[in-house]
């Protein structure tokens, strides 16, 4: 197959190409690193299956498991083994009956050995363009120290090379057999790891090309590899209009001067149960009106749950979700990393055109992050910022704790990623809670600055005039404004 010597090679990993700005370059080397069990003998794979289907030949050198074994379980994963050449080298059970040493040579000398013999005998027969060394550091302990090691290894990378092959090899990080000395002779180093947050691939090294930097993230499915690259939101871009979304409306969009602006990031905010949920889908379920396509991911409640509500008080979500103009995932914030959560989002804009996104709630989707203190500010602000520049309308949903009391814009201080912010407020009132809303920012424009009541029947939302004639709304104890005369009007009087 004839290619362009520069021309990029898929690691049959998408996630991990991108990283790799396009995928790894022809005729070199590259050393895949990480603990026992992160998956690098399966990316491995990956890589060989990637280049059968361009046509080329696949050699899988294995020096560790049994090749049985290691075939059962890639066609487990769904690879296609009959099209790999192997070269099993793994220790047979004779290793435990026969006295036998082994020392491995540079090429020019492989012909007086076993080993290096068949490896090279195999090479020439198979003449591969893919190389899969698996575990690399095996050949370790058929030499005398460690310089011995390195100087065969690299004998063996340029026999390899000389033959026009690309090369993976990998490596199990342990303290009894030290690795860090492979790192000077390789092209580039991928590294995989399992943490307590997850697991995650990082490319501390790649001669000829820069790479995605970032914290990437990754899962081993039943199909493979899935890698989740960090998001990048400057990488992304787009033309759109900057025009006003309407909420339907007509008192909320008199609080946001018109509305909410396309491309902006919007939080609505308030205590349990007082409507921001709702509120949000409304502006969706204008969207649906105009041909938009929105979708809502659920962290903190069920997805029949908020089908159920939303019936209930006239938002027509099946109607919605049969025409395809809305979406609603239910999202399991342990089971994901925010990196593959940002991966479905991009899918959902970049694949299916979605014009609004409502992530429901902030503390659900803090979640993700797994205990990594001070992660969730500049995730949401990456998420918002690619939002932002693709043209997409954001809606988070953030969830004060007092019910009453003390005024919170929002809890988990991202006020500052909002082009607008949306308040709810319970009130209590002679013994009665009611329930207000008010804007408290709006980068685009100007706004109205009065608070009006706010309630939720069957009909739908419906929204009063500004409530002026209360003080301390804020506090949710309202108190009656003094009307010039002798008397106080009573608070619970007040629409």
Same mark, same amino acid.
């Given at each position: 197959m004839t290619q362009s010597p520069s021309a990029r090679l898929s690691t049959g990993v998408t996630g991990l190409d991108e990283i790799l700005s396009g995928g790894l370059i022809r005729e070199r080397s590259y050393m895949i690193r990480g603990q026992a069990g992160s998956g690098k003998t399966i990316l491995s794979l990956h890589f060989l299956a990637a280049g059968v289907e361009r046509g080329e030949t696949a050699l899988f050198i294995n020096l560790e498991e049994d090749v049985s074994d290691l075939k059962a379980n890639a066609e487990a994963l769904g690879f296609d083994t009959d099209a790999i050449e192997f070269l099993d080298l793994s220790p047979g059970a004779d290793v435990f009956t026969e006295d036998q040493s082994y020392e491995v040579f540079a090429p020019e000398e492989v012909e007086q050995e076993p080993i290096t013999e068949r490896i090279v005998e195999s090479v020439r027969e198979v003449d591969p363009d893919r190389v899969v060394v698996d575990p690399l550091t095996q050949l370790r302990f058929l030499t005398s120290d460690d310089y011995q090691f390195r100087k065969q290894v690299v004998g063996f990378m340029r026999f390899l090379k000389d033959r026009d092959a690309t090369v993976l090899f990998t490596v199990q990080d342990t303290d009894a057999l030290p690795t860090d000395g492979l790192e000077f002779i390789t092209d580039g180093t991928i590294r995989m790891a399992t943490e307590e947050y997850g697991k995650t691939i990082e490319v501390p090294k790649f001669r000829g090309s820069g790479t995605l930097s970032g914290d990437h993230a990754y899962r081993v499915t039943d199909t493979g590899i899935e890698v989740y690259p960090a998001l990048q939101p400057g990488t992304h871009g787009g033309e759109f209009d900057f025009e006003q979304v309407s909420s339907g409306i007509p008192e909320v969009d008199e609080l946001l001067n018109g509305g909410i602006e396309r491309g902006t990031v919007s939080i609505v905010s308030g205590p349990t149960g007082v409507g921001k949920t709702t509120l949000s889908t409304q502006f969706m379920k204008e969207a649906a009106g105009r041909g938009e396509r929105?979708?809502?991911?659920?962290?903190?409640?069920?997805?029949? /749950?908020?089908?159920?509500?939303?019936?209930?008080?006239?938002?027509?979500?099946?109607?919605?979700? &049969?025409?395809?103009?809305? #979406?609603?995932?239910?999202? =399991?914030?342990?089971?994901?990393?925010?990196?593959?959560?940002?991966?479905?989002?991009?899918? =959902?804009?970049?694949?299916?055109?979605?014009?609004?996104?409502?992530?429901?709630?902030? @503390?659900?989707?803090?979640?993700?992050?797994?205990?990594?203190?001070?992660?969730?500010?500049? #995730?949401?602000? !990456?998420?918002?910022?690619?939002?932002?520049?693709?043209?997409?309308? /954001?809606?988070?949903?953030?969830?004060?704790?007092? $019910?009453?009391? =003390?005024?919170? @814009?929002?809890?988990?201080? $991202?006020?500052?990623? !909002?082009?607008?912010?949306?308040?709810?407020?319970?009130? =209590?009132?002679?013994? &009665?809670?009611?329930? !207000?809303?008010?804007?408290?920012?709006?980068?685009?424009?100007?706004? &109205?600055?009065? $608070?009006?009541?706010?309630?939720?029947?069957?009909?739908?939302? /419906?929204?009063? &005039?500004?409530?002026?004639?209360?003080?301390?709304?804020?506090?949710? /104890?309202?108190? @009656?404004?003094?009307?010039?005369?002798?008397?106080?009007?009573?608070?619970?009087?007040?629409?």
């Open positions: 929105s979708v809502i991911y659920l962290f903190e409640e069920s997805r029949g /749950t908020f089908l159920k509500r939303s019936r209930a008080v006239n938002i027509p979500v099946d109607e919605m979700i &049969e025409k395809g103009t809305l #979406q609603v995932t239910e999202v =399991e914030a342990l089971e994901r990393s925010p990196q593959e959560f940002s991966r479905m989002v991009r899918d =959902e804009v970049e694949e299916r055109g979605a014009d609004i996104v409502m992530i429901d709630g902030i @503390a659900g989707y803090r979640l993700t992050l797994r205990g990594e203190e001070g992660m969730l500010l500049q #995730q949401l602000h !990456a998420l918002g910022r690619y939002l932002k520049n693709t043209g997409v309308t /954001t809606i988070f949903i953030d969830e004060t704790r007092n $019910i009453t009391g =003390e005024f919170q @814009a929002t809890v988990e201080n $991202i006020s500052y990623l !909002a082009d607008n912010i949306v308040f709810l407020r319970h009130l =209590e009132t002679r013994g &009665e809670m009611r329930k !207000a809303i008010g804007v408290l920012k709006k980068r685009t424009s100007d706004f &109205e600055r009065t $608070i009006r009541e706010f309630k939720i029947t069957r009909h739908g939302i /419906t929204v009063g &005039e500004p409530m002026s004639g209360l003080r301390g709304i804020l506090s949710g /104890t309202p108190e @009656a404004i003094d009307d010039g005369g002798d008397s106080r009007r009573d608070a619970g009087d007040e629409p």
